[in-house]
């Protein structure tokens, strides 16, 4: 594979706060998959299914409906009006029901179309969330009568993703890299963005080297999928170095050709 090569100086930057997602637990549970992907070709149409459990013993109704889904490396996650995003497909997908009543100690299957439009223009990857939400759980009471806490909603996100064919390129390219340390030495932290019209499951990759030439540690992950225009912080750690300066080399493979390779200079 061929790589394309950028160098950039970076200064010492502190540390990084990282963003952690919370998984909930309630009366439902989505057990079909949370990320759906098809490739399809423009002018059809397929189908997929929702599964929502109740492990409870008594029914519980549920909600679904379509919201536009972005994200970005400083850990937010926007949730807009279905259609209102350049690459939703939200007016592509109709779920069988809007408000089902799951039985209790049961599962209830939901499916969806998805009818994928004629226009020559469409390229790359479309995408919508469909939530799952369930009644909103009371809040407990304390002795006195009066109530404690906040009534909560447990909501469930499933990406619906459409590949048109084969087109749109997989690309991304790197932002604000920061020299960081954590309780287990010097780490580096950078910005992967989504520059394609394709959605791509990126593999990033780095080595670091002395001023001497000799490599001092590496890393690798393969990083969930990320959509045209969203951007993800990717962290890497190399356990204690010296202080000093030192060449970084960044690689994001995509699946196409060449592999993104960039080098930084790096000081701790």
């Known amino acids: 594979m061929r790589f394309a090569f950028r160098s950039t100086l970076v200064p010492v930057i502190g540390a990084a706060l990282l963003a952690v997602p919370v998984v909930a637990r309630g009366q439902i549970a989505v057990l079909s998959s949370t990320v759906e992907e098809h490739e399809a070709a423009k002018g059809e149409t397929y189908s997929g299914r929702i599964v929502i459990a109740n492990p409870t013993s008594a029914p519980q109704p549920v909600r679904i409906y379509q919201t536009d889904y972005t994200f970005d490396a400083v850990g937010g996650n926007i949730f807009g009006?279905?259609?209102t995003s350049a690459r939703s497909n939200a007016s592509w997908v109709t779920p069988q029901s809007q408000r089902v009543v799951v039985p209790p100690r049961s599962e209830l299957t939901v499916p969806y179309s998805v009818k994928v439009p004629s226009r020559d223009s469409l390229k790359g990857?479309?995408?919508i969330m469909i939530?799952?939400?369930g009644a909103e759980?009371?809040?407990?009471t304390s002795g006195g009568g009066?109530?404690?806490?906040?009534?909560q909603v447990v909501q469930y996100g499933i990406q619906v993703a459409t590949h048109i064919g084969s087109t749109g390129r997989r690309a991304v390219k790197f932002a604000n890299p920061s020299a960081t340390h954590t309780a287990k030495g010097a780490a580096l932290d950078i910005d992967v963005i989504s520059s394609g019209e394709r959605a791509t499951r990126p593999t990033l990759s780095v080595e670091i080297y002395d001023a001497q030439g000799v490599q001092?540690?590496?890393?690798k992950q393969v990083r969930g999928l990320l959509y045209p225009g969203t951007s993800l912080?990717?962290?890497f750690e190399f356990g204690v170095l010296p202080p000093g300066t030192y060449k970084a080399l960044i690689?994001?493979?995509?699946?196409e050709d060449p592999v993104l390779a960039q080098q930084f200079t790096i000081t701790y």
Do not use: E, N
């Open 125 to 127: 990857t479309y995408w």
């Open 146 to 151: 009066g109530q404690v806490g906040i009534g």
């Open 216 to 219: 001092r540690g590496k890393g």
């Open 251 to 255: 690689f994001a493979d995509t699946g």
């Open 233 to 235: 912080r990717q962290h």
């Open 131 to 133: 939530m799952v939400a």
């Open 137 to 140: 759980t009371a809040p407990k």
């Open 81 to 83: 009006d279905p259609g």
